[in-house]
């Protein structure tokens, strides 16, 4: 049988990684400034982590919902302490579309309304709910997704004027649109649409399954504009690569059996690996790191030519250059053997693991340099 093909793939194997470098079967070395797509938060094969999933899967790998799972809860404990929202409860599924999903169904039984606002340039995922809330033309939304969905601008009036207009039950953004290019919206917009959703009885969802578990130098992005959301969705970093997904619930939703459900999620080897990840974030304060990195990276971008913009916080970067970046990211593939990655044509979008370092990130920065002096 042959794989179905839909990834366009680059021509590499990796067959070992660790922290920030990855090996082909040759023993080529690579750099990670992608992390399978924001994936890899605490490095790769921390030892932690290796350690705490190889301790687990000896014991018991995954037993179903309908038994008591202290591994889930210490993964509660351990998001409430890290998050800071005291008071939330945690819903457990697989990836981060499930988690968007399960976010706009409560939306949805909570408040008994069924459109949504999503934001132009959105990206939600890939399941029929959430593919529903993805404005990209190359997504295809299926005919079955539930909700009604508007896509706007950041534009507070056209959100207040659909929400008189139509019965809303959600406003879901992303405190920094990754696939959309890196694009923030401002700390005052966001406040703003926060009193909006309070005052019209509408769940504003925060998807923070890009740009959440540390990345831009708070635990969540949205802490950032000094908000809470009634309910946050997470993935990608919280497994380090092993596939797990939930959502943060605001105390003001109840919960009942059968509300939502799940075979796999919060199964017991998924949250080993999630709770290894919050401790060695915690331990090796990785959060501050990725702060202090994305400034030091940033900051020395300033001083390059033919870039338009540089955007985004911590360590979620977007390079916005005056041209496609195509070919430049094939040759820091395939010249420099650093992996990036890219949004749109023009834009080159960085989501390394939260443990990079200075020299990792010069080798970065001066490959990228000599890039552009030869594309000049
Ligand atoms: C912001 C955001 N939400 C949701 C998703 C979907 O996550 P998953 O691919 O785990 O379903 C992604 C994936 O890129 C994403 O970036």
Redesign the pocket.
């Known amino acids: 049988m042959k794989l179905f093909d839909v990834y366009p793939l680059n021509n590499i194997t990796p067959v070992k990684a660790k922290d920030c470098i990855l090996w082909d079967e040759n023993g080529t070395e690579y750099l990670d400034f992608y992390g399978g797509?924001a994936v890899i938060s605490i490095g790769h094969s921390h030892p932690h982590y290796v350690k705490a999933i190889q301790e687990q899967i000896q014991k018991i790998g995954f037993y179903s919902n309908s038994v008591q799972n202290p591994i889930q809860e210490q993964l509660a404990e351990n998001l409430t302490r890290i998050s800071g929202y005291n008071d939330y409860k945690l819903f457990l599924c697989n990836?981060?579309?499930?988690a968007?999903e399960n976010a706009l169904k409560l939306a949805s039984f909570h408040t008994g309304k069924d459109h949504i606002i999503a934001f132009k340039g959105a990206?939600?995922?890939?399941t029929s709910g959430?593919v529903a809330l993805t404005d990209n033309p190359k997504i295809v939304a299926p005919f079955n997704a539930k909700h009604s969905v508007s896509f706007v601008e950041y534009d507070l009036e056209e959100i207040q004027k659909i929400i008189h207009e139509k019965e809303v039950a959600a406003v879901i953004y992303?405190p920094i649109q990754?696939?959309g290019g890196i694009i923030l919206p401002t700390d005052e917009f966001v406040q703003k649409l926060r009193e909006i959703c309070t005052a019209n009885n509408v769940v504003l969802i925060a998807?923070e399954?890009?740009s959440g578990y540390g990345r831009t130098g708070k635990f969540f992005a949205h802490q950032h504009s000094n908000i809470q959301a009634d309910i946050i969705t997470i993935?990608?970093g919280m497994g380090n690569g092993l596939p797990i997904?939930g959502i943060l619930i605001s105390p003001e939703f109840q919960a009942s059996h059968g509300l939502l459900g799940t075979t796999f999620g919060g199964n017991h080897l998924a949250c080993a690996a999630a709770n290894a990840v919050l401790e060695v974030i915690e331990q090796e304060n990785l959060i501050q790191k990725a702060d202090e990195m994305g400034y030091y990276i940033s900051r020395a971008l300033n001083r390059y030519q033919r870039i338009k913009e540089i955007r985004g916080r911590g360590l979620m970067i977007g390079i916005e250059f005056e041209f496609p970046v195509d070919e430049l990211r094939k040759n820091l593939l395939h010249k420099h053997r650093i992996f990036v990655g890219n949004a749109k044509s023009n834009i080159i979008r960085l989501l390394p693991p939260l443990t990079m370092n200075k020299a990792f990130a010069d080798k970065f920065l001066q490959a990228l340099e000599e890039e552009i002096v030869s594309h000049s």
């Open positions: 797509h990836s981060g579309a499930e968007n990206f939600h995922g890939r959430a992303e990754g696939v998807d399954v890009q993935a990608k997904g």
